[in-house]
């Protein structure tokens, strides 16, 4: 019976040791977690806005009734650790528009998600690699002057580009005055060999977005150089600029024309939760071909590049997260 009881004893006390063994050891696993968790960083920002303009039915000033409800989502994660750098993002962009009885339309869209790792080799030179994906979210229409659907433009995936490549990224890291970090930032990236996939999903997608030659197989690959600019600038306070801008060239085909897509943001902070945006998009792509309209706004059958820029001011609720 005494053997029993120190037998059972003992069976106690190793438990009571493996127990504490385990809990020591999961301190320690979650000591590592919180350790490599330490490494990221995350900035989510969320802005919905709405705006309503009504008139009566006996109103003397001109205009229409019309609605105009939307959003945009940055989701951004940055992992830093010795002279490793990556950061992830995604930015979207969807609004809608109700003129009158007239239907809800979509007036932007936009899905862009963007890689980039980096190897740190200096102060401010760092070996880096980048992809970047954009695309539409759902069906998308040219809107004509009276605010109705007109000409398809695409969908989901139709286009779809895909940016690849590597080479040097110079970074402007915060720079501190009178023991303040200010929030200006210059980012260069340039990479001389990038390749640039354009696909489509359907035929009056690649009729706008492929050269003939391409049509058929629903892709082309672009070989070239790619330089960009990303730009954040402290204008006064609670007030900010923030720019991106972005140049390619194919080095197959063309070579010295570019691709251009800038894209600015001028963000006015009311307070925590009220902002007022100033968005503007610039683009040129000599493979994107439109419809040319004479002075009349007569269709001449003919079709070509054009340059594309659009505008917007946003009032807004965002949080910040």
């Keep these: 019976m005494r053997f029993f009881f120190a037998l059972l004893f003992s069976l106690l006390l190793n438990n009571v040791y493996c127990a504490a063994q385990s809990n020591d050891g999961e301190k320690a696993d979650t000591a590592a977690q919180e350790e490599e968790k330490s490494y990221w960083s995350f900035e989510n920002d969320a ?32 992992y830093k650790k010795d002279k490793n750098n990556f950061t992830y993002s995604t930015n979207i962009q969807y609004g809608l528009m109700k003129r009158d009885k007239q239907e809800w339309i979509k007036n932007r869209d936009k899905l862009e998600m963007t890689g980039n790792y980096g190897y740190k080799f200096s102060d401010k030179m760092f070996l880096s690699a980048v992809m ?37 990224n110079v970074k402007n890291l915060l720079q501190k005055k009178d023991e303040e970090e200010t ?31 391409f049509r058929e197989d629903m892709y082309r690959f672009e070989l ?7 730009a954040s600038f402290t204008l006064m306070e609670n007030i900010t600029l923030q720019s991106r801008a972005d140049f390619f060239t194919n080095h197959l085909s063309n070579f010295g024309n570019f691709d251009v897509n800038i894209e600015s943001k001028i963000k006015m902070k009311v307070n925590n939760h009220i902002t007022v945006d100033i968005l503007g998009n610039l683009i040129y792509d000599e493979d994107i071909q439109f419809e040319i309209f004479d002075e009349n706004g007569e269709a001449t059958g003919r079709t070509g590049p054009r340059t594309q820029f ?9 949080h910040s997260f």
């Design 47 to 78: 802005t919905l806005y709405l705006s309503q303009i009504a008139y009566s039915e006996y109103w003397k000033g001109s205009g229409f009734n019309n609605i105009t409800f939307g959003g945009a989502f940055d989701w951004k994660a940055i």
């Design 132 to 168: 970047t994906t954009r695309t539409f979210m759902t069906e998308t229409y040219k809107i004509n002057k009276a605010g109705m659907r007109d000409a398809y433009n695409g969908k989901f995936a139709s286009p779809l580009t895909i940016d690849i490549g590597s080479g040097l």
């Design 183 to 213: 929030k200006n930032k210059l980012d260069i990236y340039y990479t001389p060999i990038n390749g640039k996939i354009t696909v489509v999903r359907d035929s009056l997608s690649a009729v706008q977005y492929l050269p003939e030659k």
């Design 224 to 230: 070239g150089s790619l330089v960009k600019f990303v």
């Design 310 to 318: 659009s505008e917007s001011i946003n009032v807004g609720l965002t």
